[in-house]
Every structure is written in C-alpha cells, then in structure tokens.
C-alpha cells in the first residue's frame, strides 16, 4: 500500500472510504490495499447471505481452531457465559462507574469499566491472583483494543507475551483439574480444544483472542454511544431518547467493524464478476449503513429514527450471515446496560471529542473528556433516558 494511502487512510478511515465510494460507479470497488470492497448495499447483502461466500471455516480463528464444528462450538459455549452473566454485569456497574472520576479519560476509562464488570467472565475469581492481575493491565495497557500509538503498542506486546504464558500454564492446570460446565472463557475454550489436538499455549491464544473480541468492540461502541450522544445534546441535562436508540444510533453511525471480509474459498459470481478463489471480497458496514438509498440522513446521529419503522435501511453492526457475531444480542444488553449506569442520575458532556475515527482493529473514537456531574432534579423527573 502507497504511503499516501496509508496516511489519508490512518487520518480519517471513515472520510476516505467515503471517497473512495464516491469514485467509483461500479458496485465492486477495488481497495488501494489490496482486496475489493462491495459498494452496492443490494449485492452486499446478496453476497453475505451466499452460501459459497461463506463456506469452510471463519477465518477469525483461523489455524488455532480450523474445524468449523469447533468454531460454531466456541461461539455458542462463549456467548452463553456472557448471556449468564448479564445479572452479574448489571449488578457490577454501579461500583465501576462509581470508580470514575467525575473528569475522564475516554475511550480508555471505558475499557476499564468494561473489563472491571467483565473480569468474571474472562477468567472466574478461583483463577490465580497473578493471571487475574495480568489480565487487568491488559485491558488497561492496551492489549484489549490495540493503540494508535507506536510505543504504547510496544509496552502492550510485553503485557501480551506474560498473559499468554500465565494463561497457558493455567490452562495445563486445569487440564489437570477439569471442571464441569464452563467458568469463564478459559473454560469453554478448553471444553473444545482436546489435549491430544491443541496445546496448551494455542488453547491460551485462542483465550487471548476471545478476551479482544468481547472487550475491544463492547468498549468502542460505549465509547462512541457517549461521544455522540454528548456531541448531540451538549446541554447539561439528561439524554432525551431511550438509551436503547442511542446504543443502536451509535453503532449504525460509527460501527466498530472496518469491513467484513473473507477470502474467498472458491470462486463466487456477484454483479454478473466471477472472482477467484484466493480473492479478499469485503462489505464495508460503515457504506451500507450511510447508504442514502435506505437511510433517511444517514449522515445525521439521530437517535429517534429507531422510535418508528420507517427511515431504516440495513444495519449489520456485528456482521449478517453465517459469520455474524454469535454475541450480537448480549453485546447489546451490556452497552445498554452500561449507558444506563453511567447516566444514572448524571449528567454527560464531553470536551475535546470529534467524530472521525481513529483505526484500530476496528473504528475506535479519538480521544475526548467526560464530564460526569450528578443531576441535581429529582429522579421522577428523569424520563428521557432511562
């Protein structure tokens, strides 16, 4: 990819895709970087509904967990963890948010409150103290959701390196030791890696890359659910929609995923184009869901189109098809869940915050300020967002 591609893409992906789309008029677009990219909303969702597109296995897994039957086993075992613990979610936020300054740090301090009510899920309190403690500061030092920044990436890779081989040696232990249903996702994780198949190092990759695909997209969406209902309605009183229309606003408006992706297995006829098999063929969700065709102002954050039926176009935040997320649902119950902890009985304003996006594994705001300050009207008073 050419340096001016690299520097245009990392100063606002989501501006350049658009440009992108607006330079081409065909409904399959080349990418700079390789690969193509389906612009036309109708044959993107043709296509990820198609069952070529979506044969053999995900390659999220990859050579860690091949077997399309291990994959589907993995995604069930992990979201029903995370279904269960919703209570315990529910029940953790008001400690964490309360642990919040009244000013900070986003969309970092989102990541910590995410991870502070999450800890449970990824490794149970019976883990060793050490592995639980390492598992924090990955979630505080950037492992979690990748930084922009070179020398934070850096200090994240030696986090990374010691959780991987503390995971690992737990995961022999209890290997040792099994228990019956899945604590955490330690557990279902081994419950579909056989000792005799998969190391114990792999089975603490595999782990690794479960705890980044729960925290980094719940804790970008939170991120960008704030920013742009603070940019939206910046005077100090509380949101006027249902926190439910902001969460589903914000992740239309900003989705966490980059493009949606797969090389191909074999070849697949889309638009009248045969293409190879070997080729990267995306859908990008940010194009579908500003397609002007489907959407009524899609450049517009209004929470209030999803009052009603109409002005709704197709909305893919966490994928469609085969291959979409198998957390959808819960992942949305927690970024509810948490919207309704931060602005219970508050008030939110942001300072320093824009909306172009900062690429990371996927879209991930840049950073900005909350200010958090108690509402000072009675709480019958506060119908609008909650």
Request: charged residues 20%; contains cysteine; positive net charge.
């Amino acid at each position: 990819m050419r340096l001016g591609y690299k520097i245009r893409l990392r100063q606002d992906p989501l501006a350049y895709i658009e440009e992108l789309n607006r330079g081409s008029t065909a409904g399959v677009m080349r990418l700079p970087w390789g690969g193509w990219c389906v612009r036309d909303t109708e044959l993107a969702q043709t296509l990820l509904r198609d069952p070529e597109y979506n044969s053999g296995g995900s390659v999220f897994f990859g050579e860690l967990l091949p077997a399309r039957d291990a994959q589907v086993e993995m995604g069930r075992a992990v979201r029903g963890l995370l279904r269960a613990g919703v209570p315990h979610y529910r029940a953790a936020l008001p400690e964490a948010v309360a642990a919040l300054s009244a000013v900070s740090r986003w969309p970092d301090a989102g990541t910590r409150l995410v991870h502070r009510c999450l800890a449970d899920v990824l490794l149970h309190p019976g883990a060793p103290a050490g592995v639980r403690e390492l598992m924090r500061q990955a979630a505080h030092e950037g492992v979690a959701v990748r930084s922009p920044h070179v020398w934070r990436r850096a200090r994240a890779e030696v986090v990374r390196a010691r959780l991987v081989t503390a995971v690992a040696e737990e995961a022999h232990r209890r290997r040792r030791q099994p228990a019956g249903e899945p604590r955490d996702v330690l557990d279902a994780a081994l419950t579909v890696c056989p000792e005799a198949e998969v190391t114990d190092r792999a089975v603490a990759d595999l782990h690794l890359m479960m705890f980044r695909a729960i925290m980094a997209p719940l804790s970008a969406a939170l991120a960008w659910s704030v920013l742009l209902a603070c940019l939206h309605h910046p005077r100090a009183a509380p949101w006027p929609w249902p926190l439910d229309h902001v969460a589903r606003e914000a992740l239309r408006h900003r989705p966490v995923p980059w493009m949606l992706g797969r090389t191909l297995p074999r070849a697949v006829e889309l638009g009248g184009t045969v293409f190879p098999s070997g080729e990267l063929l995306s859908v990008c969700p940010y194009l579908l869901h500003h397609d002007e065709r489907h959407w009524d102002a899609p450049d517009a954050f209004r929470p209030e189109r999803w009052a009603g039926d109409g002005g709704h176009g197709p909305y893919i935040p966490f994928g469609m098809g085969a291959f979409s997320c198998a957390g959808a649902a819960v992942a949305h119950t927690l970024l509810t869940e948490s919207l309704a902890a931060l602005t219970h009985h508050a008030c939110l304003a942001v300072t320093g915050g824009d909306t172009r996006a900062v690429m990371s594994e996927g879209n991930v705001p840049r950073p900005f300020t909350l200010h958090r300050t108690p509402d000072p009207r009675p709480p019958t008073t506060r119908e609008g967002g909650d």
